[in-house]
């Protein structure tokens, strides 16, 4: 079993929809997890981190982490074509040097 | 968010010749680096992590002595794919980690080798 399981998609919603990305994951050791964006043929791009349990908003992008159920969730609001992209969660237990990914969702938010 | 550069973006070269990736932080001392590799519609592989003056450290699989990493600065590492075949095609990106912010890891563009 992966460390941490995500589905691949794809995903494809109209533009102005709600999206939902979600993870989940089982060692219980992590406490940061962290959500990338990644366009096609670039580097990842840090968009949202959350310490333990709990909801931290930023503009359209909501993470949220449910450490009782292992869950972790990005909700982005008013999706826009240029949100088009592979969402990675990763996560981190803070007192180890490495970062475990999951296998990306990739998201396309049509016109 | 704080910027890491990597050179170059892509590069083709013959099988069997040696090729040599730059990975920067540029706006911020990076104490731990770290090298990724990601094929089509895959997740990140993680390669190797390397700290400031010391030696990387290789995830297992991972050749040591086809893959050669050097973090000889805190805003510089490279990555060394040394007798390239085919098979080490890939797109190779890094990622940089700074003293304070550790839970906060900066990726580079990513590097896209082709060996024919």
């Known amino acids: 079993q992966k460390e941490v399981e995500q589905d691949p998609g794809p995903l494809s919603v109209p533009e102005g929809a709600i999206v939902s990305l979600n993870c989940t994951y089982s060692n219980s050791a992590f406490q940061y997890f962290m959500w990338y964006r990644q366009y096609s043929r670039k580097g990842p791009e840090l968009l949202m981190y959350t310490y333990s349990s709990g909801n931290k908003e930023d503009g359209r992008f909501t993470a949220q982490v449910d450490k009782s159920s292992k869950y972790i969730s990005l909700f982005i609001r008013d999706s826009q074509p240029s949100d088009s992209a592979t969402y990675l969660c990763?996560?981190?237990?803070?007192?180890?040097?490495?970062?475990?990914f999951g296998t990306g969702t990739q998201l396309k938010v049509e016109l | 968010g704080a910027v890491v550069s990597q050179h170059p973006s892509w590069v083709i070269c013959k099988s069997g010749t040696s090729v040599k990736i730059e990975c920067r932080s540029l706006d911020f001392q990076a104490t731990t680096m770290f090298w990724y590799r990601q094929f089509p519609k895959q997740s990140l592989m993680l390669m190797a992590t390397?700290?400031?003056?010391?030696?990387?450290?290789?995830e297992q699989g991972v050749e040591k002595d086809k893959f050669l990493i050097n973090h000889a600065s805190l805003t510089l590492s490279t990555l060394t794919v040394t007798s390239a075949h085919p098979e080490d095609s890939s797109f190779y990106i890094c990622s940089a980690r700074g003293r304070l912010a550790f839970h906060e890891q900066f990726f580079g563009p990513g590097t896209r080798l082709t060996v024919l």
């Open positions: 990763s996560s981190f237990t803070g007192g180890g040097n490495k970062l475990t």
């Open positions: 390397s700290n400031e003056g010391s030696k990387a450290t290789y």
